[in-house]
């Protein structure tokens, strides 16, 4: 049984441009969900998908978008970066209800 | 909305001794689900544990163990014995069926030999 994994591990962007983020769940889990983690905080939820739909998003500007494949990896997009986007972004899959997420590696954005 | 409030930001131990990481949190759902996660410097956000709001039995994994308790809103984590492997950041969350995990700001334990 594969864990989540994510790519790339570290990125380099400058303010403006577009950056996608990509999530591999784990096997058999159909909920992915994204979250952003700037440095000595916790994560903050970005967004959820269940089934290819967005079943929930948090506090954030339409400019961060994803997808949800059928086979359940996710994509994050990011239009017109800013320096605040700077962060460590974290993909979680599960089987949704009350189970527990489990977490990839991260991706390391940094906005320069 | 759900909050979860970690007041200790950092903690430091010498290896073998007790420590206890506190986590207090605010909900109005009467069903709603509480985790432990570990993120060591590699950043990867490690399961711990998850406990059922309906379910307060504590519980002991080796040499960690959980206190839950409704009446006081806490949900803390005890590390008996600490390891220098036990330095990491932990991190405590709440959320309602399939919804977001709201997480507290975070515990740095520093376990020094």
């Known amino acids: 049984e594969t864990g989540v994994t994510q790519s790339p591990t570290h990125l380099i962007k400058t303010r403006g441009q577009q950056v996608t983020l990509r999530c591999s769940s784990q096997s058999g889990h159909n909920t992915v969900s994204w979250y952003q983690q700037a440095l000595g905080q916790g994560p903050q939820f970005i967004f959820q998908y269940y089934r290819e739909e967005e079943n929930g998003r948090g506090n954030f500007p339409p400019r961060f978008s994803g997808l949800q494949f059928p086979n359940y990896s996710s994509e994050l997009n990011v239009n017109a970066l800013e320096l605040d986007d700077s962060a460590l972004y974290l993909c979680?899959?599960?089987?949704?209800?009350?189970?527990?997420?489990?977490f990839g590696q991260g991706t390391r954005l940094t906005v320069v | 909305a759900q909050k979860v409030t970690q007041a200790q930001t950092e903690i430091s131990v010498v290896e073998k001794e007790d420590v206890t990481l506190d986590c207090v949190y605010e909900?109005?759902?009467?069903?709603?689900?509480l985790f432990w996660y570990k993120q060591p410097p590699s950043g990867e956000l490690v399961f711990l544990i998850r406990?059922?709001?309906?379910?307060?039995q504590n519980e002991i994994s080796g040499r960690y163990s959980w206190n839950f308790q409704k009446s006081t809103s806490s949900f803390n984590f005890t590390i008996t014995a600490s390891q220098v492997v036990d330095s990491a950041v932990y991190f405590c969350?709440?959320?309602?069926?399939?919804?977001?995990?709201?997480f507290g700001a975070g515990t740095i334990l520093r376990v020094k030999s």
């Open positions: 909900t109005r759902d009467t069903t709603y689900y």
């Open positions: 979680a899959s599960s089987l949704g209800g009350p189970t527990e997420a489990f």
């Open positions: 406990r059922n709001s309906f379910d307060e």
């Open positions: 969350a709440s959320r309602r069926w399939g919804n977001k995990l709201v």
